[in-house]
């Protein structure tokens, strides 16, 4: 072997290892296949997002988890013979699991066990860059763990190199464990505290300026629609939870200033402690004066989504708010054809793709909730006019609210 070779064979030993997965989902009885394969999708994807590859999807039919184990014996077995077989390093759950479930299970598997809400919560660590969203994430994730420490790993480390957070050396026993989350938790709360007196200073000095927030589902193209809209350079890419800080520009349009602000993404099954403790940023949403809600149409479950965000909304009283209604990513999406355009398409073409007819979905919406939507392409600049004339238009009104006397045609010094 040559020099080179040496060399780039150490290199190749000494680079760290993508860590492996696998998914457990518990099919509940009337519950479509294509709702199981989107979730289980979803969840792969928060998975990918964390940085480990998913490898296998086990799946159980039934009604309730089991008490201790989450899955039947014969599945855990199964589950257990696949792990260390094939020297799996996690084992994801779609649900979230009770303390004695987790303690149970990672007795049993002798990896690192993961629920949803873990996931998630470690994904927002892993991306909040604020001081404000650490601590918010710190705080939520703690306040998690606390009753679900086992002696075997902890979840307490910072990530180092790897996914997931590993015990090492020095690990502490569980009661003093306890104890330092509790120290932790006190201190967290103290310095929030005092992050979120300087966030309310600042939306205080935002009086008399029209607010609006974009709002929707994880990964729908909210923050390429900020840059569009705004000229910045927000991080955008195709990773859930890209954006965890909310983040606040101002905006001229028509003369209009307003405020825009990119807020976190929603998803299902969102982690009740990370609503609770991003009392902060979910205010940039409570605050706003209109909400732009984003929609990913390419997406076959677009329409959950929807659901999903206005039940969040709702449980954050912000529900009421006026709206502004965009489908998004319209170049990943076929219109249905036309007759003439029928005749040009095979049948197994027609089949094997996706089609939607925009014209019904928009009646469908206008009649339903009483809102047009626009349709657009953010990323490839598909009719950027028209989201600019919907959202000046919604921006107007409530600026009258504020200046009932203005003028449209009057030229104002916005600084």
Do not use: C
């Not at 680079?15 to 999708?41: C, F, G, K, Y």
């Not at 990918?48 to 009604?63: I, N």
């Not at 900020?226 to 028509?254: P, W």
């Not at 006019?385 to 919907?390: C, I, P, Q, V």
């Amino acid at each position: 072997m040559s020099k080179f070779s040496r060399k780039l064979q150490k290199l190749h030993d000494t680079a760290p290892r993508q860590e492996t997965a696998v998914l457990v989902s518990l099919v509940r009885q009337h519950q479509p296949d294509q709702e199981v394969e989107e979730h289980l999708d979803e969840l792969a994807f928060l998975a990918e997002t964390l940085g480990a590859k998913t490898v296998y999807q086990f799946k159980q039919k039934m009604e309730k988890p089991d008490i201790r184990t989450f899955v039947g014996k014969g599945k855990l077995e199964e589950i257990q013979t696949y792990v260390e077989h094939f020297g799996v390093d996690m084992v994801i759950f779609d649900d979230d699991l009770s303390p004695s479930q987790m303690r149970n299970l990672e007795n049993e598997l002798k990896v690192k066990i993961y629920d949803r809400s873990l996931l998630i919560l470690d994904i927002f660590l892993k991306r909040a860059q604020s001081a404000q969203a650490k601590t918010q994430v710190e705080l939520a994730r703690f306040q998690y763990l606390l009753p679900r420490l086992t002696r075997m790993w902890t979840h307490l480390e910072r990530q180092r190199g790897g996914t997931g957070t590993r015990g090492g050396s020095g690990e502490k026993e569980i009661e003093t464990d306890k104890r330092d989350i509790r120290t932790k938790i006190s201190l967290l709360k103290d310095k929030l505290e005092e992050i979120e007196k300087q966030g309310l200073t600042q939306r205080k000095s935002r009086k008399g300026i029209v607010r609006v927030a974009l709002v929707g589902y994880t990964n729908v193209g909210k923050s390429t629609l900020m840059n569009l809209i705004t000229k910045t350079d927000i991080l955008a890419e195709n990773k859930l939870f890209a954006t965890v800080d909310a983040t606040v520009r101002k905006v001229v349009l028509e003369n209009i200033p307003f405020l825009l602000s990119d807020t976190v993404g929603f998803i299902r099954k969102l982690p009740t402690h990370l609503i609770e403790s991003f009392k902060s940023t979910l205010d940039e949403i409570r605050e706003a004066d209109l909400l732009v809600h984003v929609v990913d149409l390419s997406h076959h479950a677009f329409e959950d989504h929807i659901e999903v965000v206005t039940h969040t909304l709702q449980e954050i009283k912000a529900g009421d708010k006026p709206v502004l209604l965009v489908f998004n990513k319209v170049d990943l999406v076929q219109q249905t054809p036309s007759e003439e355009e029928m005749l040009q398409i095979s049948e197994h073409e027609f089949q094997e793709s996706r089609y939607l007819d925009f014209k019904a979905l928009s009646e469908a919406f206008e009649k339903k909730n009483g809102i047009t939507p626009i349709f657009m392409s953010a990323s490839q600049g598909k009719n950027v006019e028209g989201f600019r004339e919907g959202l000046i238009q919604e921006v107007k009104k409530q600026h009258r609210k504020l200046y009932p006397h203005y003028l449209e045609d009057q030229v104002v010094d916005w600084g």
